[in-house]
T-cell receptor, first 116, second 113 residues
Framework: ETGVTQTPRHLVMGMTNKKSLKCEQH?????MYWYKQSAKKPLELMFVYSLEERVENNSVPSRFSPECPNSSHLFLHLHTLQPEDSALYLC???????????????FGSGTQLSVL | DQQVKQNSPSLSVQEGRISILNCDYTNSMFDYFLWYKKYPAEGPTFLIS?????DKNEDGRFTVFLNKSAKHLSLHIVPSQPGDSAVYFCAARVDNYGQNFVFGPGTRLSVLP
């Protein structure tokens, strides 16, 4: 079983739909992240949660709404998306021990989202 | 403006030879660098990292070199194996909160049998 699990693996939605992406980590980590990977572009950091508090919001449109109910679960709520939001959405976690610690990210397999 | 650049979108190498993947960065505040490997339909997996206080880190067939003055790092894979065929991402971190990682666009490595 992978340490970071994302569901669903694939999602097709219309622009008026509301859907949610789910992420669960089984690693005992304190920090969780949402990244977006569009075709031929670098991974873009969207949100960071540390100990269930949002510590980073990288100028993401409000049609993306994250939720972190506890340190093991992270959601990304989607509503009124645009076709250009079609991308691979990756969840990640890290120990979250704070600054000056050489941590690494553990990624889930991602949700491939298509907005029609 | 990309802070982490991987100027080669793709690279092909013969099996058994050395693969060298390059990464350049612009932010002198980066203090920790990582390489990730990604297969299709999977998330990136951690490969190797290096702190800015070092210039080399080795782990089996993988070695990362850091040249701080040139703001350049490279990943060497030797010998290359067909299973190494994947997209490789370079990532860097600014030590502010310890959790902001910036990724490059990736290099697709193909190891030919």
């Amino acid at each position: 079983e992978t340490g970071v699990t994302q569901t669903p693996r694939h999602l097709v939605m219309g622009m008026t739909n509301k859907k949610s992406l789910k992420c669960e980590q089984h690693l005992g980590h304190n920090a969780m992240y949402w990244y977006k990977q569009s075709a031929k572009k670098p991974l873009e950091l969207m949100f960071v949660y540390s100990l269930e508090e949002r510590v980073e919001n990288n100028s993401v449109p409000s049609r993306f709404s994250p939720e972190c109910p506890n340190s093991s679960h992270l959601f990304l709520h989607l509503h009124t998306l645009q076709p250009e939001d079609s991308a691979l959405y990756l969840c990640a976690s890290s120990l979250g021990r704070g600054p000056s610690t050489n941590e690494k990210l553990f990624f889930g397999s991602g949700t491939q989202l298509s907005v029609l | 403006d990309q802070q982490v650049k991987q100027n080669s979108p793709s690279l092909s190498v013969q099996e058994g030879r050395i693969s060298i993947l390059n990464c350049d960065y612009t932010n002198s505040m980066f203090d920790y660098f990582l390489w990730y490997k990604k297969y299709p339909a999977e998330g990136p997996t951690f490969l190797i990292s290096i702190s800015s206080i070092k210039d080399k880190n080795e782990d089996g067939r993988f070695t990362v070199f850091l040249n701080k003055s040139a703001k350049h790092l490279s990943l060497h894979i030797v010998p290359s194996q067909p299973g190494d065929s994947a997209v490789y991402f370079c990532a860097a971190r600014v030590d502010n909160y310890g959790q902001n990682f910036v990724f490059g666009p990736g290099t697709r490595l193909s190891v030919l049998p």
